[in-house]
């Protein structure tokens, strides 16, 4: 990686910067150095904030003088609602956007990492930018997005930034059952997934992770609300994770979290639903135990269905009753959606899910979520009476090294517009 390709730094350069620095300095090490190097009136970052609806601009005034957001110490948040303006359109559509206003260009870069859109990069610039500057500033963006995500892990800085509404402890419970990144690109597929939280927490989960050649999806649904919904719902995905990562079968974690929901109720009787599944990423086979969970919808030639599956007990019901596998072959360009009860009854089935998909089919699956809970919180919001969750998973076959990437993001598959 070159200097002039990390705005400015060579890879070894990032790295050492980043490393001298705190962590809540990690951001401002690398936007430092982007800026001298492109001789910029100002650089600013803004994360995306949780609940996918606004950006939120993060800066530090080290002499403590009185600023407009949120304040943790001398650290400022000031919370960008989306608007359809320039920064919105950079971040959706993940295309790098030009504005120029009295004579100053504001240059937009997209922060992502294989389709997580983590934030915003802007760059103030006295002259209109040459393609080589603009370059600049996206690959710097993208050295951005994997320089939060590693500082990220030591730090509540960027997390306390992303939360512009206070977490109750049953949030902060489900909050740590969910994946890093909400969104994942690979070759083969795309999966992005969504929780719309109730006021009053509703147990709803998604997990996923990525194996040399298999996916393993799940999206649960934990009876109840509130902390024991949480606690409940902590039992079912932290079993499911454990017996994954011991190398047990679909069906072996289906038995283990119906044995943990059993054996350590915080109530002594609780259960959950769910789906489970395990993609062959070189067959396009997944594997799927259906735990008494609402039928998944596949998208083909535009047009969604239910998939009928074989109904299994929820998770924590009865001992000693065989789960059963199904599996669903994919093709090339179809969709697999995901949901839990939420996105599906009282006010929500007012939303005419099968036909909403059809016509989100050219999306990308990152915005085909953000729509369809955008549409939930419409028509039953604004405080919903249960969790709302959604995954959806694109199949594009071709697995192997055959992704197509720019700073992050599949142009291929990230420019539908957007309105």
């Not at 939060?148 to 049953?170: C, K, S």
């Not at 699956?365 to 009476?385: H, N």
Request: glycine content about 8%; hydrophobic content about 45%.
């Amino acid at each position: 990686m070159t200097d002039s390709e990390t705005g400015g730094m060579g890879l070894s350069d990032v790295l050492l910067q980043v490393e001298k620095a705190a962590p809540v300095d990690a951001v401002a090490a690398v936007t430092r150095r982007v800026g001298a190097h492109l001789g910029a009136l100002w650089v600013s970052f803004l994360v995306a904030d949780m609940s996918g609806r606004a950006l939120v601009r993060l800066s530090y005034d080290p002499i403590g003088a009185v600023a407009e957001g949120r304040q943790q110490d001398r650290d400022v948040a000031m919370m960008l609602p989306f608007d359809g303006g320039p920064q919105e359109q950079a971040l959706r559509t993940q295309n790098v956007l030009i504005e120029e206003s009295d004579g100053v260009f504001v240059v937009r870069a997209p922060v992502t990492q294989r389709g997580e859109a983590v934030g915003l990069l802007e760059v103030a610039l006295p002259t209109a930018p040459p393609q080589t500057a603009v370059h600049a500033v996206s690959q710097a963006a993208h050295t951005l997005a994997f320089v939060i995500i590693a500082n990220r892990r030591h730090t509540d800085l960027f997390e306390w930034g992303q939360r512009t509404t206070p977490f109750t402890l049953a949030a902060e419970i489900q909050r740590r059952l969910l994946p890093p990144a909400f969104t994942c690109e690979a070759d083969s597929f795309t999966l992005a997934a969504w929780l719309e939280p109730a006021a009053n927490i509703g147990g709803d989960t998604f997990d996923y992770s990525l194996a040399r050649d298999l996916l393993h999806l799940s999206i649960t649904d934990a009876v109840g609300h509130g902390v024991q919904s949480a606690l409940t719902a902590t039992l079912c995905v932290g079993s499911l994770r454990n017996t994954r990562r011991r190398g047990g079968t679909l069906l072996d974690q289906a038995e283990a979290a119906n044995d943990a929901l059993l054996d350590n109720a915080p109530n002594g009787s609780t259960f959950a639903t769910g789906l489970l599944g395990r993609l062959d990423l070189n067959t396009g086979v997944l594997a799927v135990v259906n735990a008494g969970h609402p039928v998944p919808l596949l998208i083909r030639d535009a047009i969604a269905r239910p998939m009928a599956l074989p109904a299994n007990r929820p998770f924590g019901v009865l001992r000693h009753r065989a789960y059963r596998e199904s599996a669903i072959v994919l093709r090339p360009g179809d969709r697999l959606v995901l949901v839990t009860d939420g996105m599906l009854e009282r006010g929500a089935a007012e939303i005419d899910l099968p036909a909403r998909l059809q016509d989100l089919s050219g999306l990308h699956a990152r915005e085909v979520v953000r729509v369809l809970s955008d549409l939930v919180l419409e028509v039953s919001g604004p405080v919903l009476p249960d969790d709302a969750c959604l995954l959806v998973l694109d199949w594009h076959g071709r697995h192997g090294d055959t992704r197509d990437t720019d700073a992050g993001a599949d142009p291929h598959r990230a420019s539908t517009p957007i309105s």
